[in-house]
């Protein structure tokens, strides 16, 4: 059974940063989709960053230029360096792991809040 549980979050203030890591079990991050997305109160949960097979990152257009997505395979995680970061990011961040059969995982989810 796939589980993952992200770490990481935390307050900061506006223009500071943060590293979000997500440990994977039961899947391996190197032969799945695996993303970041996040869900502030009362919106949908939306698409962060995104690495796939071959390390093709994909990123909302809101978090480029500021945050990066990475891999690493010999830990089975992924990380999200968040650096400019805005009040507008408070939210949970899920990690998630999509298989080749288009099964979506999703973690607990870590919460980050940006002050003023």
């Known amino acids: 059974q796939v589980q993952l549980v992200e770490s990481g979050g935390g307050l900061v203030q506006a223009g500071g940063s943060l590293r979000l890591s997500c440990a994977a079990s039961?899947?391996?991050?190197?032969?799945?989709?695996m993303g970041w997305y996040r869900q502030a109160p009362g919106k949908q949960r939306e698409l962060v960053a995104q690495i796939a097979r071959g390390d093709t990152r994909n990123y909302a257009d809101f978090v480029k230029g500021r945050f990066i997505i990475s891999r690493d395979n010999a830990k089975n995680m992924i990380g999200l360096q968040m650096d400019s970061l805005k009040p507008e990011d408070t939210a949970v961040y899920y990690c998630s792991l999509t298989t080749f059969w288009g099964n979506n995982y999703w973690g607990q989810g870590t919460q980050v809040t940006v002050s003023s």
């Open positions: 039961g899947g391996a991050v190197s032969a799945n989709v």
